[in-house]
Each structure stands twice: as structure tokens, then as C-alpha cells.
């Protein structure tokens, strides 16, 4: 991933300024990712959704020029590739953005614009349903959602690398992959109810890990070797926290994300397997819950540094 680089000032208008109030969502709004497989004429690189449509697209796409249509999710974007000049119309506003690494561009759910984009584009996006950001809204202060603001190619590096580096984690393993969307689902809605809404919120600062108990439950269920539900909502409701408050417990319980925790474990496991019986790499993959052996190899070599084969070899 780039660096962020010294910005431009932000985005310049000549109509009022990107507070414009979006479209309501209607039942006929494309989700996200069909909007964006429909404007950009292409298929993502990767991409992870849920049932609600909810998920993680990285996209390389041509110049665009074109109108994005209503969608029924709010899009995040984390811009990196090289610098340029871009466009944004929505009726007589007219905006100018800079894209560079280390900006966001952020779509309202329901908000509809024309892009003037004419270089190719490296793009990270979340699809963020407007339910989930009430929720976090309520979660966090217990007031009313805020409005959302449109961004286009505005700094802020800390959403930027949080979601370029989310391309890179997905792992095609479905209990990971869901658990680090959900995850980062809770991140950046808060951030985004921080640095990109009407009325920024302030997020109270959690002290005190989960209980004893707590903890043990939230392992046990990680560990199980059933199809137990290991979503961040189960994990919260044993706790009896909301998912905000969970994941910041959990983390200051452990010292790392559930995800995180979930990740090393599933780890642990893989290097028992290797190292203790003859399952083959296939075997091992498949009982990890991984999609394929290519998969697991990738996700191995990325936290160890060798494939499974060459691990098992040394480690015998």
C-alpha cells in the first residue's frame, strides 16, 4: 500500500458544499455491488458480501464517465493508484476532487452523481447498509443517526488504510472472512460517524475487559469444532454486549481482535495437523474451512512465511 502523500485542499465546489441531503433509498436501488458491476463495466478483483448485500469489493477499473444511480448501501472508498483531477455533478453542483493514496470517496446510500474520473482507478470499497450505521450510531452515543457526507477524494488516512489493507486479509474462508467483515464493518461506521457525518459523534473510550465467563464463552465458541455460529453478533449476544462494546472487551481481554484471535488459533490448529498426523494438504484445508488448498497455502504463507508443505518438511 502507498503512503499517504501531503494533500491538495480538500474537494472545491462551486454550488453548496457535499452536506446535500441523498435520495431516500427506495426498494428499486440497486445494491452496491450491482450498481457498481453495471457503471464500471467490470468484475471486482475480490469481493465478500453478505445476504444484506453488506461487503468488501476491490475494483480496477478504466476512466469513467458516467452516472452512479441510487444505492441501497452507503459507499466507502480508499482511493490508490496514481494522482488525478476528477469530477463530481449532482444538478448544478459541480465538485472538484483530488484522488491520490490516503483519500476516501464516500456515496450516501441513495445519493445519485455523474463522475468525471480519466485515469484508471485501484479502488478498495465497503458496502455499508444504513441499518448497520443506525445501529452503531445507537451503540455508541444513543442518539439519532447523523447524516452522512458526500466525499469526494477527501484526506483521511486512517479510513484509507483500514480499507485498503481489508483487501488483502480476506482469506476465502467463510468463518474468517465473515468475522473480519463484520468486524470492520463496526470500525468504519464509527469512524465514519467521527470524521464524515453532519453532527460528528464523540465515542466514549471503553474501559475494562469482558468478565471471566464472558471470555470463556466467547473462546469456546471460537474454538468449536461444530458449525457453531461464530458471527461477531453471536459472540456479543453470549456476552451480553452490543458488538461495539464487545469487540473493544474482547480485545482488551486478549490483546487482540477476535478476528485476530480466531486467525491464530485456526493457525495453531493448521500446525498441529501438519506437524502431528499424514493428512494431506487438501485434508487439512477442507477441516479449516478453507475454499481450496490454494487458499489455505496463501493464507499460511502470509503468517508464516513458508507453504505448508515446506513448513511440514522443517518441522519434522
Not at 480508499?78 to 456515496?107: C, D, K, L, M, W
Not at 464472558?214 to 461464530?230: F, G, K, P, Q, T
Request: proline share 6%; hydrophobic share 40%; with cysteine.
Amino acid at each position: 500500500m502507498s503512503n499517504p502523500t501531503p494533500h491538495d485542499a480538500p474537494e472545491h465546489s462551486q454550488a453548496a458544499p457535499e452536506a446535500r441531503q441523498a435520495e431516500a433509498p427506495s426498494a428499486d436501488h440497486r445494491h452496491a455491488d450491482a450498481e457498481m458491476a453495471r457503471v464500471l463495466g467490470t468484475t471486482p478483483f475480490h469481493m465478500a458480501l453478505d445476504a444484506s448485500g453488506a461487503g468488501i469489493a476491490h475494483w480496477k477499473h478504466d476512466p469513467l464517465h458516467d452516472v452512479v444511480e441510487p444505492m441501497t448501501h452507503h459507499v466507502i472508498m480508499a482511493y490508490n493508484g496514481t494522482v488525478q483531477h476528477v469530477e463530481r455533478r449532482a444538478g448544478q453542483s459541480v465538485v472538484n476532487g483530488t484522488f491520490r493514496p490516503g483519500v476516501v470517496i464516500i456515496i450516501p446510500e441513495g445519493s445519485s452523481s455523474r463522475w468525471d474520473i480519466p485515469k484508471p482507478v485501484d479502488v478498495v470499497q465497503l458496502y455499508l447498509p444504513h441499518a448497520a450505521l443506525a445501529r452503531v450510531a445507537d451503540e455508541v452515543d444513543g442518539g439519532t443517526t447523523k447524516e452522512i457526507l458526500e466525499r469526494t477524494g477527501h484526506p483521511d488516512a486512517v479510513t484509507s488504510r483500514l480499507l485498503l489493507s481489508a483487501a488483502g486479509i480476506l482469506e476465502s474462508n467463510d468463518a474468517l472472512d465473515k468475522l473480519f467483515r463484520q468486524q470492520l464493518t463496526e470500525l468504519l461506521a464509527t469512524r465514519l460517524l467521527v470524521a464524515h457525518a453532519s453532527a460528528p459523534v464523540a465515542v466514549q473510550q471503553i474501559r475494562g475487559g469482558l468478565t471471566p465467563k464472558a471470555l470463556l464463552r466467547a473462546i469456546e465458541r471460537l474454538r468449536s469444532d461444530s458449525d457453531a455460529d461464530v458471527s461477531l453478533s453471536a459472540l456479543a449476544s453470549d456476552a451480553g454486549l452490543s458488538r461495539f462494546h464487545f469487540c473493544r472487551a474482547f480485545k482488551e481481554s486478549t490483546g487482540l481482535s477476535p478476528h485476530a484471535w480466531l486467525r491464530k488459533y485456526r493457525l495453531e490448529q493448521a500446525m498441529n495437523m501438519l506437524h502431528d498426523t499424514d493428512a494431506s494438504i487438501v485434508s487439512v484445508a477442507a477441516e479449516l474451512g478453507y475454499a481450496s488448498q490454494t487458499a489455505f497455502a496463501a493464507a499460511f504463507r502470509k503468517l508464516t512465511g513458508e507453504t505448508p508443505s515446506d513448513w511440514r518438511r522443517r518441522a519434522r
